[in-house]
């Protein structure tokens, strides 16, 4: 499919993937594709940042490659390492099949460095041109980018500006053309500004009552527009609460869910005490928030349907 040429077919394009999105968000989407530069989205988990890069994926046609971070994350987990043990094997066999003498080294240490050997990680993959069936090159997402250290991410530089790297043993690999690339972090630390300033930016926020209430009947349309209504107005009251972590939309979709699960058309004290769990992860905020808060809530929303 090809890429949409304004912003409202960026948000038509997102919604045909059921992605809800607002016109700042639909515009960062759509300013990304067109100027081919990485969308880098900062939030809460939850809200959504991560769904951005799958959507695009399915609704484009595209392969997605997804390098989830983690703390220690380096480069040969990241991009490419070589497969020692095929090395070590195609040696041996080299030996024992006579491979002897200058030029036969030579030939043999050109060979194991072919690229049947390498291992190639989700960056270098990012690099390789669209395969059969695909509509361009793929969607990489580089996911929770602030669970890195820094060293890791001048190593993205390189990538970031010029979608190249370089393979000691075979030389600069280059991308035939640019991977869409969406960067996401939840802001446990800063990112630094010098790959801040290689990407677009955009902050997802928590969404207004209307468009949650949009997200769950796409995501959940088995439940009753009723209950739907509950659930979404008891989530906009609790993210005003203090609490450690404030449910995302993610947690209001599976909250939605299994209501359902639990054949319930209403929401009651009772039900929403036990599930408290599918909403919120600490249990200092579930126990702050069980009994009395809960019916205090729920009292109140009942005030307003009658209102």
């Known amino acids: 499919m090809d890429l949409p040429r304004s912003v409202e077919e960026t948000r038509e394009l ?17 300013l990304a594709l067109r100027l081919g530069r990485p969308l880098l989205l900062e939030g809460e988990a939850g809200v959504g940042k991560t769904e951005i890069a799958k959507v695009l994926a ?11 971070c983690y703390e220690g994350l380096d480069a040969s987990a990241a991009l490419y390492e070589w497969n020692y043990p095929r090395q070590m094997l195609e040696i041996r066999l080299a030996e024992l099949g006579g491979a002897a003498g200058s030029e036969g080294r030579a030939r043999l240490a050109h060979d194991i460095f072919d690229e049947r050997f390498l291992l190639k990680r989700p960056l270098l993959l990012a690099l ?21 250290d820094e060293p890791f991410e001048a190593f993205l530089l390189e990538i970031l500006s010029d979608f190249q790297v370089t393979i000691p043993e075979m030389g600069t690999v280059r991308a035939p053309a640019p991977p869409i690339v969406v960067l996401t972090s939840n802001r446990t630390r800063e990112i630094h ?4 300033r290689r990407c677009l930016y955009h902050w997802i926020g928590y969404p207004d009552a209307a468009r949650e209430l949009e997200i769950l009947r796409l ?15 008891f989530v906009q009251k609790l993210r005003t609460a203090d609490l450690f972590k404030l449910p995302g ?43 009395a808060p809960v019916s205090a809530m729920l009292g109140g929303l009942r005030l307003q349907e009658r209102a």
Not at 223 to 229: Q, V
Not at 264 to 287: F, M, P, R, W
């Open 249 to 291: 939309v993610a947690e209001t979709i599976d909250w939605g869910r299994a209501l359902l699960a639990l054949d319930q058309v209403s929401l009651e004290a009772g039900t929403v005490n036990a599930t408290l769990g599918v909403l919120l992860k600490y249990q200092d905020d579930i126990e702050k928030m069980a009994g």
């Open 193 to 196: 500004d010098a790959l801040k």
């Open 58 to 68: 399915e609704t484009l046609g595209r392969r997605l490659i997804r390098l989830q």
């Open 128 to 148: 390789e041109p669209a395969g059969a069936g695909e509509a361009g090159p793929p969607v990489l997402l580089v996911d929770e980018l602030d669970r890195t």
């Open 219 to 233: 995501r959940a349309p088995e439940l009753a527009a009723a209950l739907a209504e509950q659930i979404v107005r």
């Open 14 to 30: 997102l919604a045909s993937g059921r992605y809800v999105a607002d016109a700042s968000l639909a515009t960062a989407v759509f």
